[in-house]
T-cell receptor
Framework: NAGVTQTPKFQVLKTGQSMTLQCAQD?????MSWYRQDPGMGLRLIHY???????DQGEVPNGYNVSRSTTEDFPLRLLSAAPSQTSVYFC????????????????FGPGTRLTVT | DQQVKQNSPSLSVQEGRISILNCDYT??????FLWYKKYPAEGPTFLIS?????DKNEDGRFTVFLNKSAKHLSLHIVPSQPGDSAVYFC?????????????FGTGTRLKVLA
């Protein structure tokens, strides 16, 4: 199992550019989430998905789009990058509630460090 | 409005002693709590969790205590080891309401001194 993978590891964008951060998991988890980590702010939830075809907003969704066409993949799209979106982005997945033996913890990817100039 | 708060940004402890990390929450709907550890340049990793039906959960050197009336939880690490030096995040979820959103605190950086 590769777990949760994220690409790219690093990215520099100019203001106004768009890009997609990729996230994939091979654990057949139904739940997937995107977070951003900023100094002194902890991890803030951007968007999450409870299954293929279902997504919802988190705490800081503005400027980001997501879709979930398969169980495995949950890409995060920046439509028009802004310097305020400079951050480290983490994708996470967790099994469905009621899964035998699960403690419902989220498994995190290694992160994507994004700089917007 | 910070629903999950970790008021100590940093903590230093001598090797072999107890580390106590604290977390407060404001939303009474939260019924499941987790602690994560994060090393630099890595994603957070799960440490231990507790459901609101319990007041204590142990896993080796790690124990989490939950005080629902005070809306407070703490993570105890005994004995502390240099490899425990990391940033620790607490997270909360309101599972009974059908949501699987996790709200994280701002983290506490633990330094264990050899």
């Amino acid at each position: 199992n590769a777990g949760v993978t994220q690409t790219p590891k690093f990215q520099v964008l100019k203001t106004g550019q768009s890009m997609t951060l990729q996230c994939a998991q091979d654990m057949n988890h139904e739940y997937m989430s995107w977070y951003r980590q900023d100094p002194g702010m902890g991890l803030r939830l951007i968007h999450y998905s409870v299954g293929a075809g279902i997504t919802d907003q988190g705490e800081v969704p503005n400027g980001y789009n997501v879709s979930r066409s398969t169980t495995e993949d949950f890409p995060l799209r920046l439509l028009s990058a802004a310097p305020s979106q400079t951050s480290v982005y983490f994708c996470a997945s967790s099994p469905r509630a009621g899964t035998v033996g699960s403690t419902y913890e989220q498994y995190f990817g290694p992160g994507t460090r994004l700089t917007v100039t | 409005d910070q629903q999950v708060k970790q008021n100590s940004p940093s903590l230093s402890v001598q090797e072999g002693r107890i580390s106590i990390l604290n977390c407060d929450y404001t939303n009474s709907m939260f019924d499941y709590f987790l602690w994560y550890k994060k090393y630099p340049a890595e994603g957070p990793t799960f440490l231990i969790s507790i459901s609101s039906i319990k007041d204590k959960n142990e896993d080796g050197r790690f124990t989490v205590f939950l005080n629902k009336s005070a809306k407070h939880l703490s993570l105890h690490i005994v004995p502390s080891q240099p490899g425990d030096s990391a940033v620790y995040f607490c997270a909360a979820s309101a599972r009974a309401s059908g949501t699987y959103k996790y709200i994280f605190g701002t983290g506490t950086r633990l330094k264990v001194l050899a």
